[in-house]
């Protein structure tokens, strides 16, 4: 029997999800910005899309893994920094063992509980940072039709710093949940609001990630 099954990279679908709205609105010029990209394929919401030719900009300051990404998607933009939510230039970035680099973090509230949890921290290195709305105005002609962002407890805090005026993307894929130490979930109700804030409303959860997508844009392709 034929069935109907996609190959998915992301954690929970959330390449799947996106990619099936775009096909049903008929949207096929796109590109993304993926922030705290970190391995180029397994867990990647973006590529999927890069498979089927598009092309986009990924952000990862962990060197194995930047260099990793150039190798295995050298068409894509691949920046080795992290993402300023204030004037730093630079700051302290916390890295965890390879086997658990998912963790990695510039903040250290975050670094110092997952240390708690049974997780040392196995460096601290210095890496440059830039801010979000730069990197769109040096890399984009245009907002991304996708943005993904998963930075490990700054996602909230880059959010607010976006110029969702100037730059507003179709969609918008992040982690909304918050783990407390027996790794239980609770929702980020501040992330949820704040998307609604910026005109955003929730076109699909997994849980663990929301995808948020444009009203004034979602209005446009259904005209």
């Known amino acids: ?15 799947i999800i996106m990619m099936q709205m775009l096909q049903r609105f008929g949207v096929t010029n796109i590109t993304y910005l993926d922030i705290g990209a970190n391995d180029p394929i ?8 890069y498979l089927r030719g598009n092309r986009g900009v990924l952000i990862e300051p962990n060197a ?14 691949c920046l080795n920094f992290g ?3 204030t004037e730093q ?32 921290i196995k460096s601290v290195i210095k890496m440059p940072l830039k801010g979000i709305n730069k990197v769109i105005e040096e890399n984009f002609t245009e907002a991304p039709t996708i943005v993904s962002l998963d930075v490990e407890g700054l996602d909230e805090i880059i959010l607010q710093t976006f110029d969702f005026n100037k730059y507003q993307p179709l969609l918008v894929c992040v982690e909304t949940v918050n783990f407390n130490v027996n790794r239980e979930l609770t929702k980020r109700k501040s992330v949820l609001d704040l ?29």
């Open 1 to 15: 029997m034929k069935g109907i099954g996609k190959v998915s990279f992301s954690q929970f679908g959330e390449d």
């Open 42 to 49: 397994n867990g990647s919401n973006t590529y999927n899309f």
């Open 64 to 77: 194995v893994l930047y260099n990793k990404i150039r190798k295995i998607r050298p068409n894509d933009t």
């Open 83 to 85: 993402i300023s939510s």
């Open 89 to 120: 230039s630079e700051a302290d970035y916390y890295m965890f063992s390879e086997a658990h680099c998912g963790m990695n973090t510039f903040s250290k509230q975050d670094a110092l509980d997952y240390e708690k949890e049974g997780f040392p």
């Open 195 to 223: 998307m609604a804030s910026k005109g955003y409303f929730i076109y699909a959860d997994t849980h663990v990630n929301t995808i948020f997508c444009s009203r004034l844009q979602f209005d446009k392709l259904i005209r």
